[in-house]
C-alpha cells in the first residue's frame, strides 16, 4: 500500500507493523488501549453508520473536541467514505462556531463534552444532529452510530474508499481569524500526506513501537499531520489527558518524543527555574552553576575539555533530572507554531534534550523547514522539508511552493487569489531569510511590522520573545505603529510575581494594586532594560504598562491556538496606549 490519503496511514501500520497500543487515553484514571486492528473495526463500523445515516461523499462534518482516540476514529471514519472533516478548536467561541457551521454547510458534528455541545446549541446547530464522545443524559452518543460492519457494508467501504484520489479534497481547517473572518483552508490528501512523508524522513530515527504523547490540539494541522506521521511509522500515540496533567503524563507514558509549542517550552523551563530557586545551600548554588554553565553551550562546536568535564558533571547532577521530568525516554522534542528564544532552545540542548524547530502554516499542510540532528542551527527553522521550495520575495516575505501547498480557500477566490500565485507560490506573510544557503529564519510577521512616526520598521516578535524570556513577563505585546517610539503593554506572571514579593517583602494584596507598586514597577523597568542591551537605540522598548489581567480567548483577544489579537488589545487598552504617549 501507497501512504497517499490521510486512512492510509492506519492500514500501512496493520501491514507492517501492527501495535498492541495504536491509541490511548485516560479513562477513569486508568490507561485505556486500542490495538491496530481494534481501530481499524471501530473506523469501519463507524463509517457504516455514517453511511446509513446518509453521510455521502463531499458531505462535510465537524469535529470539536479536545485531543483523544474518539477524535481519531471520527477522523478517519469521515475520510474513508470520501467525506470531509471540518475540525473545529474545543475552546472556539460560539460566533466561531456559528460562522463555520453556516459556511462549511456542516451535515452532523462529534463533539466532546457538554461545555462544547452547550456552546454548538448555542451557536443554532440542531440538537439532534450532535453526537458526543461523552456520555451525558438525553443526548445523542457517538457509539449510537456504530454499525457492526457484514461483507457488503465492508466492501461498499473498500469501494468509495478506492475511488478517493490524492488529489481530492481532506479537510477543511478554520484560520483562527487574527485580521478578519476566518477562511476555510482546503487541503487535499496529497497536501497533508506528502508532507507527513517528508516529516518521517526527517525523524528516521525513531522506531517502530516507540510512544508519543499528544496534547497540542488535533484540530490544528500541526499536531493533526503528526497523528497521520506516527501513525504509519508505528507509533504508539497516548493523548494526555489536558494541559494541566502533561507533567504527570509524561511521567507515566515516558513518551520518546512528543510535539510542543514554544510557550509550554518557556513554562517548563520557568517551572525548573523555580523550583531552583527553592533550593538552599550547596544544592542552589549547583543548580544555578549548572545554569550558567547551559547557557554558554554552543551546539556543534568545540568548547574544551574543561567545559566539557564540567557539563558531564552537570549533566550527571542537575540535567537528568531535566529529563526524568519529562518521562526519561525523550529522544527530541518537535517545536513549532512560533518563534522558539534561541537562548530556551541552547539550555535545552545543553541538558540532553534535542528541540528540533519546525515552521509551517495552515496552508502549507503545515511543514515548510524542519529542523534536523544531522543539520541544525539555532535560531533557525532548519532546512526545507524534501519536495518543498521557498524563496524570500524583495520585501523580505517568505513564499513556498510544493505538494504541501493548500487547494485554496473555501468559497473565497478573492483572498485565495491575493495569496497564491499563478506560478504557484504562496505568500506566507512571514518575514525571514536563509541562513548559510540552508537554514530558514523566520523574523516575524509582515502584517505586525510596524513603522514609527521617525519611519523606522520594528518588528515587535522578535522584541517580545526577548522580553518574554524573563520570568515574571507572562503575555507582552509590542506597540508603536506612527508614534514616535515603541512601547509595550506587559501582562505580569503573577504567580512569579507574588513569589518575587514574597522574597523582597513586598505586601501582595491584590494584582490590581501590585502593577503600580513602584519597586515593582522598577523590577519590570530592570527587566526591560536587560532586553533593551541587544536592540539599536530605534528598536528599544521606551516605556510600558502593566496590566491586571491576562488576555484571554474567551475575552476575544486570542485565537484559539493563542495568537494575539492586536487590533483587539490595542482597542481595549486605547487608554493605557494613550497614557504611554501623553508626552509625545
Given at each position: 500500500m ?5 486512512f492510509d496511514?492506519?492500514f ?9 497500543t495504536?491509541?490511548?487515553a ?11 486492528g ?5 473506523v469501519?463500523?463507524l ?6 445515516m446518509g ?12 485531543n483523544?482516540?474518539e ?26 462556531y456559528a460562522f463555520?457551521i ?10 466532546g463534552d457538554?461545555e462544547?455541545?452547550k456552546?454548538?446549541?448555542s451557536?443554532?446547530?440542531p440538537e439532534?444532529?450532535i453526537y ?10 457517538w ?13 461498499k467501504?473498500e469501494?468509495?474508499?478506492?475511488k478517493i ?6 479537510t477543511?481547517i ?7 473572518e476566518?477562511k ?5 490528501h ?7 512523508k517528508a ?6 530515527s525513531?522506531?517502530?513501537g ?9 484540530s ?6 503528526g497523528l ?5 511509522m508505528?507509533?504508539s500515540?497516548?493523548?494526555a ?6 507533567g ?15 510557550r509550554?517550552?518557556e513554562?517548563?523551563?520557568?517551572k ?8 538552599t545551600?550547596?544544592k542552589?548554588q549547583l ?15 568545540k568548547?574544551?575539555?574543561w567545559y ?9 547532577l ?6 526524568e521530568?519529562?518521562?526519561g ?6 517545536s513549532?507554531?512560533?518563534?522558539l528564544?534561541p ?10 534534550i534535542r ?16 529542523s534536523r ?10 532546512p526545507?522539508l524534501d519536495?518543498?521550495q ?5 520585501d523580505?516575505?517568505i ?8 487547494m ?5 477566490d478573492?483572498a485565495t487569489?491575493?495569496v ?12 525571514g531569510e536563509?541562513v548559510?544557503?540552508?537554514f530558514?529564519?523566520?523574523?516575524d ?7 514609527t ?9 522578535l ?8 520570568m ?17 503593554l ?5 504567580e512569579s ?7 523582597h517583602?513586598?505586601?501582595?494584596t491584590?494584582?490590581q494594586?501590585?502593577?503600580e ?9 530592570s527587566?526591560?532594560d ?11 522598548v521606551?516605556k ?18 493563542l495568537s494575539?489579537?492586536r487590533r ?5 487598552n486605547?487608554?493605557a496606549?494613550?497614557e ?5
Amino acid at each position: 500500500m501507497v501512504l497517499e490519503r490521510l486512512f492510509d496511514s492506519l492500514f500501512i501500520q496493520y501491514e507492517k507493523f501492527p501495535q498492541l497500543t495504536c491509541l490511548a487515553a485516560k479513562e477513569n484514571g486508568a490507561w485505556v488501549s486500542y490495538s491496530t486492528g481494534q481501530v481499524i473495526q471501530i473506523v469501519n463500523d463507524l463509517s457504516n453508520g455514517l453511511l446509513e445515516m446518509g453521510i455521502e461523499p463531499g458531505d462535510k462534518v465537524g469535529l470539536v473536541s479536545y485531543n483523544r482516540p474518539e477524535w481519531v476514529f471520527a477522523d478517519l471514519a469521515i475520510s474513508q467514505i470520501g467525506a470531509i472533516n471540518v475540525p473545529m478548536y474545543p475552546n472556539s467561541t460560539t460566533n466561531d462556531y456559528a460562522f463555520i457551521i453556516k459556511h462549511a454547510e456542516i451535515k452532523i458534528i462529534f463533539c466532546g463534552d457538554s461545555e462544547i455541545h452547550k456552546k454548538l446549541i448555542s451557536s443554532g446547530f440542531p440538537e439532534d444532529l450532535i453526537y458526543t464522545f461523552d456520555k451525558l443524559d438525553n443526548v445523542n452518543h457517538w457509539k449510537s452510530i456504530l454499525k457492526p460492519c457484514d461483507d457488503t457494508a465492508t466492501s461498499k467501504i473498500e469501494t468509495l474508499r478506492e475511488k478517493i484520489k490524492k488529489e481530492d479534497l481532506a479537510t477543511i481547517i478554520y484560520t483562527s481569524g487574527t485580521t478578519g473572518e476566518p477562511k476555510g483552508v482546503m487541503l487535499s490528501h496529497d497536501n497533508i500526506m506528502s508532507n507527513a512523508k517528508a516529516v518521517s524522513q526527517v525523524i528516521a530515527s525513531i522506531k517502530p513501537g516507540m510512544k508519543t504523547l499528544s496534547f497540542l490540539p488535533l484540530s490544528h494541522i500541526f499536531e493533526r499531520t503528526g497523528l497521520y506521521t506516527y501513525m504509519h511509522m508505528g507509533i504508539s500515540i497516548y493523548y494526555a489527558e489536558s494541559i494541566d496533567t502533561i507533567g504527570d503524563n509524561l511521567k507515566e507514558v515516558q513518551p520518546h518524543f512528543f510535539a510542543s509549542v514554544p510557550r509550554l517550552l518557556e513554562k517548563v523551563y520557568d517551572k525548573i527555574v523555580k523550583k531552583g530557586y527553592e533550593l538552599t545551600g550547596v544544592k542552589k548554588q549547583l543548580f544555578f552553576w549548572a545554569l550558567h554553565l547551559g547557557h554558554r553551550f554552543e551546539l556543534n562546536k568545540k568548547q574544551g575539555w574543561w567545559y566539557d568535564t564540567q557539563m558531564k558533571i552537570a549533566n550527571k547532577l542537575i540535567f537528568s533530572k531535566w529529563r526524568e521530568a519529562l518521562g526519561g525516554n525523550i529522544e527530541f522534542v518537535v517545536s513549532g507554531g512560533a518563534a522558539l528564544q534561541p537562548r530556551l532552545a541552547t539550555i535545552f540542548w545543553a541538558a540532553g534534550i534535542r528541540i528540533l524547530e519546525a515552521y509551517g502554516l495552515t496552508e502549507t499542510s503545515p511543514g515548510v523547514g524542519f529542523s534536523r540532528d544531522d543539520c541544525i542551527k539555532i535560531g533557525t527553522v532548519g532546512p526545507m522539508l524534501d519536495k518543498v521550495q521557498v524563496k524570500i520575495a524583495d520585501d523580505g516575505e517568505i513564499l513556498v511552493k510544493g505538494p504541501n501547498v493548500m487547494m485554496g480557500y473555501y468559497k473565497n477566490d478573492k483572498a485565495t487569489n491575493e495569496v497564491l500565485t499563478k506560478g504557484g507560490w504562496f505568500h506566507t506573510g512571514d518575514i525571514g531569510e536563509i541562513v548559510d544557503n540552508t537554514f530558514l529564519k523566520i523574523t516575524d510577521r509582515k502584517k505586525e511590522m510596524f513603522k514609527t512616526s521617525g519611519g523606522k520598521y520594528i518588528a515587535p516578535q522578535l522584541i517580545e520573545n526577548s522580553l518574554k524570556e524573563s520570568m515574571l513577563i507572562e503575555q507582552v505585546m509590542v506597540i508603536g505603529e506612527s508614534r514616535r517610539f515603541p512601547a509595550a503593554l506587559v501582562v505580569p506572571s503573577f504567580e512569579s510575581l507574588r513569589d518575587w514579593c514574597a522574597l523582597h517583602s513586598i505586601q501582595y494584596t491584590s494584582d490590581q494594586e501590585i502593577i503600580e507598586n513602584e519597586k515593582v514597577i522598577l523590577k519590570f523597568q530592570s527587566e526591560i532594560d536587560h532586553c533593551n542591551r541587544d536592540y539599536a537605540q530605534y528598536n528599544k522598548v521606551k516605556k510600558f504598562k502593566l496590566l491586571p489581567e491576562p488576555w484571554t480567548i474567551e475575552a476575544g483577544e486570542l485565537t484559539a491556538k493563542l495568537s494575539m489579537k492586536r487590533r483587539i488589545i490595542l482597542e481595549k487598552n486605547s487608554g493605557a496606549v494613550e497614557e504611554i504617549y501623553a508626552e509625545e
